[in-house]
């Protein structure tokens, strides 16, 4: 069975360095100032190895994936 994945960003922990955008540019945009904002919280199963690079890069740990 397949479990669903949702995107999800710590808005507190963030700093705005871009890295998710760069990386996963399907699911993650950024606003005027640089920060994250989310195009789609469910990750496809297409984009799963791509958001996991993305969390794993984040150098804040600000964003994360969870199993829904």
């Known amino acids: 069975m397949t479990h669903t994945r949702t995107l999800r960003v710590d808005r507190i922990a963030c700093t705005g360095r ?3 955008a760069e990386l996963l540019p399907e699911l993650v945009d ?3 100032w640089g ?3 989310l195009l789609r919280t469910t ?3 297409r984009l799963r190895g791509h958001a996991r690079r993305a969390v794993a890069a984040c150098p804040v ?3 994360r994936t969870d199993r829904g």
Do not use: W
């Open 18 to 20: 871009g890295l998710c």
């Open 30 to 32: 950024l606003d005027e």
């Open 35 to 37: 920060y994250p904002v």
């Open 43 to 45: 990750v496809p199963a």
């Open 61 to 63: 740990l600000a964003l």
